[in-house]
């Protein structure tokens, strides 16, 4: 476990969309080319967004169509006396842009393709096409936009558009055991003398995070946390310059260093709408490959603890007696972990996994065991 953990504020960009609000998608044909694709713009829209309803249930989902067919009746009901005031705000939600298109290359071949727009990062997320050569029938035309709207789909299935909510809980040991030693020769005095240098570190840190998922990738939960430190640098040294300038001559010094603390809670730097919001998420990258990944980041709250140090000093000069003093040094708690891939897509309704597994950190030898427990689900709305 290192030794002194700095804190950085986990920033949380992107909060807004942590909360689980309704994705809204807006479905417009936006060219439609031919006497057989303009008859079919209606219909276009419409088989699409049923079929994007019923993939993602936890969304809303408008075209252009139906905000004509509104803003028409609205037009007529307010010609008739009405008195509400109009409303179209669930019409214009649009975190997802679907634009359409149909170009009638001749009279045996329509071509019909899509494309999905994340509307606020303003980039394409998927992308069909499909040239439509049977009898261009109704029959056959729809059967050209269950396919659009497959391709589509599986795309997105990239990309969590209704979130996965749920407990995931997380334990993490971490145990440092670790011995490094300096020794060469020296020369003073007219003789041979040696330089040795011993330092031992034995840490050990075990934290518990029980955390619940609520958005994308919104979490909260609690955290306990018992962090066990220890050191002990003993230095030998021969020909040790003594600090009147007048001599050389062996000096041992040592200095042991011990922490004990536990800890609770959260950090909460993070802020949404002015209330403070707990330093936790996890995120859900799904991949190409039909398999996702699970990162969890997070800091707990910050606990004072005692470092207690105690140094001595014993040779032919510069002697120091056993001092010993309580330094006060806050200790929090880092969540940084990784897990998957794991088999799982975006369209998936249940996300469940029990894990563990073991890592070792290449430079510092410092060892952890983390378990995984999670279960997250989509709801419909």
């Known amino acids: 476990m290192k030794k002194t953990i700095l804190f950085a504020v986990l920033v949380m960009f992107g909060f807004i969309e942590s909360y689980p609000q309704k994705p809204g998608f807006f479905i417009k044909c936006t060219e439609a080319l031919g006497d057989t694709a303009s008859k079919y ?9 049923t079929d994007l309803s019923e993939a993602f249930h936890c969304a809303t989902v408008n075209t252009q169509s139906s905000l004509n067919a509104r803003l028409k009746w609205e037009k007529e009901y307010q010609l008739m006396g009405g008195e509400d005031a109009l409303n179209l705000c669930s019409y214009l939600k649009c975190d997802y842009l679907v634009t359409l298109h149909m170009i009638e290359v001749n009279t045996h071949l329509l071509q019909v393709s899509a494309k999905c727009i994340n509307y606020r990062k303003k980039e394409i997320i998927a992308d069909a096409i499909v040239n439509f050569t049977t009898a261009m029938n109704y029959a056959g035309f729809a059967a050209a936009c269950k396919e659009i709207s497959n391709k589509l789909i599986k795309e997105m299935g990239k990309y969590e558009i209704c979130p996965f909510t749920g407990p995931v809980a997380i334990t993490i040991s971490s145990d440092l055991d670790s011995t490094k030693v300096e020794d060469y020769p020296v020369y003073c005095n007219e003789s041979d003398q040696r330089y040795h240098k011993e330092t031992v570190i ?40 003594c600090k009147s300038g007048k001599r050389e001559g062996g000096l041992v010094t040592t200095m042991t260093s011990s922490l004990k603390v536990k800890g609770t809670g959260i950090s909460h730097e993070s802020s949404f709408q002015g209330k403070k919001q707990d330093d936790t998420r996890i995120e859900l990258r799904f991949l190409e490959s039909g398999k996702y990944l699970l990162i969890a980041k997070g ?3 910050a606990v004072t603890g005692e470092d207690k140090v105690v140094t001595k000093a014993e040779g ?66």
Request: charged share 30%; with cysteine.
């Open 316 to 381: 032919t000069c510069d002697n120091q007696p056993q001092e010993t003093k309580l330094l006060p040094r806050d200790i929090r708690v880092p969540l940084q972990v990784i897990f998957g891939p794991y088999d799982g897509k975006a369209t998936d309704k249940l996300l469940q996994q029990k894990d563990t597994k073991e890592v070792k950190d290449p430079v510092t030898n410092e060892k952890q065991t983390i378990t995984i427990d999670f279960s997250l689900t989509q709801k419909d709305n």
């Open 299 to 301: 800091t707990s709250q």
């Open 202 to 241: 034995k840490n050990h840190t075990f934290s518990d995070w029980k955390l619940q998922r609520k958005g994308i990738p919104w979490t909260e939960g609690t955290m306990t946390f018992y962090t066990d430190e220890m050191s002990k640098t003993t230095e030998e040294d021969g020909c040790h310059k």
């Open 41 to 49: 713009v209606m219909n276009f829209e419409r088989l699409v967004g």
